[in-house]
């Protein structure tokens, strides 16, 4: 009842916004913001790229507000919006993901792939060693782990193959565990 009630709220916000309620734009604003600052800040690892990112989103969201048609929530839109700004301030950084073929990385055995219940640590530990973690590694282990994407569609945001993506992953993971097992 209480989520229904949430839902429909935030749809009478964004049909405010719609109407250039001004009010409406700072509410939604103050719904999402956070929750919008750290899905970029795990993608991007930088504070004021993340703020950048953050405000260059909601100024795209509000721009383009009509064209918003709830097929999903605003907050899905939203962070869609996000995770894309995110993903092109990393492509104006050059990002260098290494191509598997390049790598020289022969077929992953069952034994060679880390056990995902190592990796459930202390969550302030785990987010330290995301942090340090290179940009490509840090990208795919977000987007997969926390975001929530499948390596196709990793891919396809990225613009890299999917064994590309399921390569940066399995060795993100690896390189986290050697972190968070040598003390982040």
């Not at 890299?160 to 690896?174: C, D, G, H, M, V």
Request: aromatic share 8%.
């Amino acid at each position: 009842m209480e989520l229904t009630a949430t839902i429909h709220q935030h749809a009478d916000l964004v049909e405010r916004c719609k109407q250039g309620d001004e009010s409406s734009f700072r509410a939604l604003y103050n719904l999402y913001a956070k929750a919008m600052f750290n899905t970029s800040l795990r993608i991007v690892n930088n504070t004021a790229e993340a703020e950048d990112v953050l405000q260059e989103a909601f100024l795209d969201a509000f721009r383009t507000i009509n064209s918003f048609q709830n097929r999903s929530s605003f907050g899905a839109w939203l962070k869609q919006i996000v995770v894309n700004k995110s993903i092109n301030q990393l492509k104006k950084r050059r990002i260098d993901f290494i191509e598997l073929e390049e790598a020289g990385i022969e077929d992953w055995t069952e034994e060679n792939r880390m056990d995902d219940k190592e990796t459930q640590m202390q969550v302030n530990q785990v987010i330290k060693a995301i942090r340090l973690l290179p940009h490509g590694y840090r990208t795919v282990l977000s987007l997969y782990l926390l975001e929530g994407y499948d390596h196709e569609e990793i891919a396809e945001i990225l613009g890299l193959a999917e064994s590309t993506s399921r390569t940066q992953y399995i060795r993100a993971k690896q390189k986290l565990l050697t972190l968070l097992k040598n003390g982040g």
